[in-house]
């Protein structure tokens, strides 16, 4: 979805994106660094200044307008956390089939409702509290900087923003640039789980491993280890644990980063990856090393 | 929110979910009187946000004064795992046939509530056996689901019917308080054949609290943890002596674990969130600047957008300022980091290319200077 038709010189047709809160403090200065990075924006919403532009962006009063104008099916969010349930709703509603949810503090149960609402619309939801998608070189729907991120052939699926950079900056300073990196969000509930993003790249043909950044808390990372021993998957994949060392019972940061009794804990995590025969790196700088051990031995 | 023991159990009392008879108080002279009402035999209970209280001391008998005045003080000033009682919970001491342990939380992979319930309470959560899961949805457990948990849990008639009423008030309570955990362990069976919540522990979604004024009251917040959240920042004080600073929940605890695999101790977890700027970093240093057990600062930046060299200014004004007289160890990955360092040549803070380094370079510090 992210990837348009390929064009007759092999690049990529490229895919229109919504900016809803394109002129609020932090959407405005990310819609400035997406265009930059070439991302295709056509639109963005703010009530009340519909009419308008913000970098010769046109700017409308709902999405609705903004889709029957664009034909758009993405669009990110930058709205306050109490907002963003409407902001939600009314993107599903105008026929949005992509939404990344960039704000952070989104109430867990309108959470649950706006995927509630993206599914009944056969749409996906990335976040609440993602850093976005990057595809390098091709796409960027998302708050992260460009500098780590290099094309290639490497998938790296994150909880955590600034681990996503500094890993894929890691990676890329070791020759492994990246065909796919998202953030799932630190949230308890994600909109795109840790297995369902797996699953959007997992039969890509150019792809050459996958890179996991968990962090305490919740059971994404045990699932998706399960779900890698169930379908025999092959490739390279390495992880990475933040919070091995994180007391219990305290929220570290993210909403999601909790341990609860044993549920959540580092060690359930280290003890499944190991199970499904994926190493976890100690340190972010570890992962390329890791990853270059796998990849080899194929 | 993590609510304490007597805060939860306010919670079942408004949903008329039964409880022992029980007050709560934290100094002697209230609890006295408090004794006076409850009566002898009772118990007293540590108020700790945190398991394993009974093991630790902190359940304490009371069948006279001589046994209150002398626990009374001891559990008041006791720690549970690093935890300082709050408070001191007073109840009257049940007559119980059983121990049932009873849970809803919010199932992160699923996206449901699921219930947790079993025969064999009264052990926390990891040692409970013979474990009876269901996922129940989003809205309140249906009379026949209830029902079904109840005869799986072997009770019939009378109990049965009270622990299909215990249960859907449980499932009302969580999804309008946004609790992601609700707990009742032990739940016990009267000689009586009724239940009565013993324990209770709540956990409530933060995000939510905008709209539950009603919880505020239980809200738990050192002054420093206040002004972090102020500023948009997450802060977990802990008790070594060296601050962990960082932009990411993520990177921190990243940072944080290096530390501790090196033998470094955090005096606390602060994350300044996604972006760092010169406000952020300054606004971090005051914060840490009234933390006395501080004998250093770990900083663990990833630029990206922002230039190194506005954090590194952030740092000389610190210093100009006399807001700190710390040395600080930092790693700032980003834009013009060679420049940065030029900026910082005279001064306490020594920034290096890999936060390994800087790491290796706090924990001699700290170690040297005891």
């Known amino acids: 979805m992210l990837k348009g038709d390929k064009n007759k010189d092999g690049t990529y047709e490229k895919q229109p994106v919504i900016v809803q809160g394109i002129t609020g403090k932090f959407g405005s200065v990310h819609t400035k660094l997406m265009l930059e990075y070439g991302t295709n924006i056509v639109a963005g919403v703010t009530p009340g200044k519909g009419g308008q532009k913000f970098e010769d962006v046109p700017i409308y009063e709902t999405v609705t307008e903004a889709v029957s104008a664009t034909g758009a099916k993405i669009s990110i969010v930058f709205v306050p956390a109490k907002f963003f349930l409407n902001a939600a709703k009314e993107a599903f509603e105008a026929g949005i089939k992509l939404l990344v949810a960039i704000p952070e503090h989104v109430p867990v149960r309108d959470t649950m409702q706006a995927i509630e609402i993206a599914k009944q619309n056969n749409a996906i939801m990335v976040g609440p509290n993602t850093p976005g998608i990057i595809i390098p070189n091709l796409i960027k729907i998302g708050i992260m900087p460009a500098s780590p991120f290099a094309e290639g052939n490497i998938a790296v699926l994150s909880k955590s923003g600034t681990l996503l950079y500094e890993i894929s900056n890691s990676l890329t300073t070791s020759g492994f640039g990246q065909i796919f990196t998202l953030g799932i969000g630190g949230d308890p509930i994600n909109g795109t789980r840790m297995i369902d993003a797996f699953d959007m790249i997992k039969d890509k043909s150019e792809l050459d491993g996958i890179v996991i950044v968990g962090e305490i808390g919740g059971e994404a990372e045990e699932t998706l280890a399960q779900h890698i021993i169930d379908i025999e998957f092959k490739k390279p994949i390495v992880a990475y644990i933040a919070g091995r060392k994180a007391p219990r019972e305290k929220r570290m940061g993210h909403a999601g980063a909790i341990i609860m009794g044993n549920y959540g804990s580092a060690e359930s995590k280290i003890a499944m990856f190991s199970k499904a025969n994926i190493p976890v790196a100690k340190r972010p700088t570890e992962v390329p090393i890791l990853l270059a051990g796998k990849i080899r031995k194929k | 929110m993590r609510l304490l023991e007597y805060q939860a159990k306010e919670l079942f009392k408004e949903y008329n979910i039964n409880t022992p008879d029980s007050i709560s108080s934290t100094d002697i002279e209230k609890g006295r009187q408090d004794a ?285 300022n006399n807001l700190i007289d710390l040395p600080v160890y930092a790693r700032l990955m980003g834009a013009e980091a060679d420049k940065s360092k030029i900026m910082l040549k005279d001064t306490k803070t020594k920034m290096f290319d890999s936060v390994e380094q800087a790491i290796n370079g706090v924990v001699m510090e700290v170690t040297k200077t005891g």
Request: some cysteine; overall charge negative.
């Open chain 2, 36 to 320: 006076k009402k409850i009566g002898y035999p009772f118990v007293i209970k540590a108020q700790v946000p945190v398991g394993g209280r009974g093991k630790a001391g902190g359940i304490q008998k009371c069948h006279n004064e001589d046994e209150f005045e002398l626990n009374y003080p001891q559990v008041l000033n006791m720690s549970i795992k690093g935890e300082k009682t709050r408070a001191i919970l007073l109840e009257k001491m049940s007559e119980y046939e059983k121990e049932i342990y009873l849970s809803l939380f919010l199932n992160r992979s699923k996206r449901c509530y699921t219930v947790i319930a079993s025969a064999d309470g009264g052990v926390e959560i990891e040692s409970v056996k013979n474990q009876i899961i269901r996922d129940v949805g989003l809205g309140e457990v249906s009379k026949k689901i209830a029902a079904e948990i109840a005869k799986e849990i072997g009770f019939d008639g009378a109990t049965s019917t009270h622990f299909v009423d215990i249960l859907q008030k449980l499932s009302k309570l969580t999804i309008e308080k946004e609790a992601e955990l609700t707990e009742i362990n032990p739940l016990v069976v009267l000689k009586d054949g009724s239940l009565l919540a013993l324990d209770g522990k709540i956990m409530t979604d933060d995000n939510s609290n905008f709209r539950h004024n009603e919880l505020l009251k239980y809200r738990e917040q050192t002054e420093l943890e206040a002004k972090a959240e102020k500023s948009g920042f997450s802060l977990v004080e802990l008790d070594g002596n060296i601050a962990v600073v960082g932009n990411g929940a993520g990177l921190v605890m990243s940072t944080f674990d290096m530390l501790s695999d090196n033998g470094g101790k955090p005096a606390c977890f602060l994350d300044v969130g996604g972006g760092a700027t010169e406000e952020s970093v300054y606004e971090a240093l005051t914060l840490i600047s009234k933390m006395k057990k501080v004998k250093a600062i770990l900083v663990n930046l990833y630029g990206g957008i922002v230039k190194t060299t506005i954090v590194a200014s952030a740092f000389i004004k610190a210093y100009d």
